[in-house]
């Protein structure tokens, strides 16, 4: 069966760096996109962007270029979100989902929570 | 970009009530849109794509129509376990923006 699962919840220090990653199974890694999800406390969903796992290829939605940072090990079926530069409005919970061939995002990671605080 | 909003942004119903909720594009999606669950401090789950084809295992009481700019989601007889936060997503074209969220709880 297809799961996504993420590293543990992150305590950072303002300026400092974080990475997320979320290891996939149960299907061809390389067969479909990642997408990367932002929920902050108490707030809605805010798509980050995507990676295409075929190519390594990003896609960064507006407000997330420049810190952030899509990357692969597609040795161990894995993608990463790199979060550089931490400032305490990154204080998130991070996921991973699957982009359907038809684009939805059909299976969800069970999130990382990053917290950013002095 | 499209924006994407939805109403009500909340709303509180007894079990067994009829509940629906509307999502609106800025633009004309076709149908490219689904709708998610997501129960407090769970994760989202993925309930209708293609604003109407319900995913795997999801109850027969959901069901989602529309097209365009003009979407529904609606739960036929509300259950205790329905209380949840719902989002619509559109899907035509990147960003692959959700909306606001509509929070849906018992009376």
């Known amino acids: 069966q297809v799961q996504l699962v993420q590293s543990g919840s992150e305590l950072k220090k303002p300026g400092a760096s974080v990475k997320v990653s979320c290891k996939a199974s149960?299907?061809?890694?390389?067969?479909?996109?990642m997408n990367w999800v932002r929920q902050a406390p108490g707030q809605g969903l805010e798509w980050m962007g995507w990676?295409?796992?075929?190519?390594?290829?990003?896609t960064y939605a507006q407000g997330f270029t420049g810190r952030f940072v899509f990357s692969l090990d597609t040795s161990v079926s894995t993608a990463y979100l790199q979060i550089s530069s931490l400032k305490a409005e990154d204080t998130a919970v991070y996921y991973c989902?699957?982009?359907?061939?038809?684009?939805?995002?059909?299976?969800w990671g069970q999130g990382t929570l990053v917290t950013v605080s002095s | 970009d499209i924006q994407m909003t939805q109403s009500p942004s909340s709303l509180s119903a007894s079990v067994g009530d009829r509940v629906t909720i509307t999502c609106r594009p800025s633009?004309?999606?076709?149908?490219?849109l689904a709708w998610y669950q997501q129960r407090p401090g769970k994760v989202p789950k993925l309930l209708i794509y293609?604003?109407?084809t319900l995913h795997s295992g999801v109850p027969s009481r959901f069901s989602g129509s529309g097209s365009g700019t003009d979407f529904t989601l609606t739960i036929s007889s509300l259950q205790p376990e329905d209380v949840a936060t719902y989002y619509c997503?559109?899907?035509?074209?990147?960003?692959?923006?959700f909306g606001p969220g509509t929070k849906v709880d018992i009376k």
């Open positions: 989902a699957r982009l359907a061939p038809e684009e939805y995002f059909d299976y």
């Open positions: 293609a604003a109407s």
């Open positions: 633009q004309g999606i076709s149908n490219y």
């Open positions: 990676i295409n796992t075929n190519t390594g290829n990003p």
């Open positions: 997503q559109k899907y035509n074209s990147a960003p692959f923006t």
């Open positions: 149960g299907y061809t890694f390389t067969t479909y996109a």
